[in-house]
C-alpha cells in the first residue's frame, strides 16, 4: 500500500442539539491522520452544559481510505444530559468566641471592683452630705446679732454681731479643694456597706438599694451605683464626687 501500508483516514462528530445541552464533543486524537497498525484506543467527550434536560443526538463518522476505495463507519450514540438545580450559597459563620474561665474572672473582678469603689463613694457622699448640714446649722447659731429696741437711745447701746463667712469666698474655698482630698472625704470601709436588691440595670452600671451602718453601728438606707468593668479610672471619681454633691 502507499505509504508504508498505512491507511488514511478523516474523524467528523456530528451533534444535533437544538436546546445547546451540550458543549462541543472533544476527541483526544487528530481529525485527520493514518490509522495505526497496532491496536490503540481512543475517546470522545461528550460534556452537558446542566443547564437544560434534552437527550442528544450523536453521529460519529469515521472515514477510512484504501487505495481507489473508501470506508464510511458511522457510529449512532444518544446522550441523556439532565439539569442541575442551582446550588445554594454556602454562608460561613465565624465561630463565637467562647469565653474562658480566665475572661470570666478577670470580669468578675472588674465588676467587684468597680461596685465595691462606688458603694464606697456613695456612703462617704452620704457622710459627707450629714456634716456639711451639722456645720451650716452650727454657723446658723453662731451669728447672732443683739440691737437696741429704738434707735434713740444713749451711746451706751452696744451692738455685737458675727458676720457670715461671705458666699463667693466660699464657693472659691470649695472648688479649689484638691480632688484627692474630696475622694478621701468620700472613701468609706467595704464592710459598712451591704447590698440588698437590685433597683436599675442599665448598659453601663446597676443600681443597687442597699443599707450603710456608721461608726455607732447605726443603719440607714443608701443606694449604690456600680459601673462596667471597662470604666476608667476618672470616670469612677466623676461619678462618686458627682453623687457625692448630690447626696
Known amino acids: 500500500m502507499a505509504n508504508g501500508n498505512k491507511l488514511p ?24 491522520g493514518f490509522v495505526p497498525t497496532e491496536p490503540q484506543t481512543w475517546r470522545v ?10 437527550e442528544v443526538d450523536i453521529v460519529i463518522f469515521l472515514n477510512v481510505s484504501t487505495g481507489s476505495s473508501s470506508s464510511a463507519l ?30 470570666i474572672f478577670y470580669a468578675g473582678a472588674g465588676c467587684a471592683g468597680g461596685a465595691l469603689l462606688i458603694a464606697a463613694v456613695a456612703a462617704a457622699a452620704c457622710r459627707a452630705r450629714a456634716r456639711k448640714l451639722r456645720r451650716a446649722r452650727s454657723d446658723e447659731q453662731d451669728a447672732h446679732a443683739f440691737l437696741p429696741d429704738s434707735s434713740c437711745k444713749s ?34 470601709q467595704r464592710c459598712r456597706v451591704r447590698l440588698r436588691a437590685v433597683a436599675m440595670e442599665g448598659t453601663f452600671g446597676r443600681v443597687y438599694k442597699g443599707t450603710y451602718a456608721d ?22 471619681r466623676g461619678d462618686g464626687v458627682l453623687l457625692g454633691d448630690v447626696a
Not at 467527550?45 to 434534552?54: F, I, N, Q, S
Not at 461608726?215 to 469612677?236: C, G, M, N, P, Y
Open 45 to 54: 467527550d461528550l460534556p452537558c452544559t446542566h443547564t437544560v434536560a434534552a
Open 155 to 188: 451711746a451706751a447701746s452696744y451692738t455685737s454681731y458675727r458676720r457670715p463667712t461671705s458666699l463667693p469666698a466660699a464657693a472659691a474655698e470649695e472648688k479649689a479643694r484638691d480632688l484627692q482630698q474630696r475622694i478621701a472625704e468620700l472613701t468609706i
Open 9 to 32: 483516514y478523516t474523524l467528523h462528530v456530528d451533534v444535533t442539539d437544538p436546546q445547546n445541552a451540550m458543549h462541543p464533543p472533544t476527541v483526544n486524537i487528530s481529525n485527520e
Open 215 to 236: 461608726e455607732d453601728a447605726r443603719e440607714q438606707e443608701v443606694l449604690v451605683k456600680t459601673v462596667a468593668e471597662h470604666a476608667s479610672q476618672v470616670q469612677i
Open 74 to 103: 458511522r457510529f449512532r450514540r444518544k446522550k441523556i444530559c439532565l439539569k442541575e438545580a442551582p446550588r445554594p450559597a454556602v454562608r460561613v459563620d465565624s465561630v463565637p468566641h467562647a469565653p474562658t474561665s480566665a475572661d
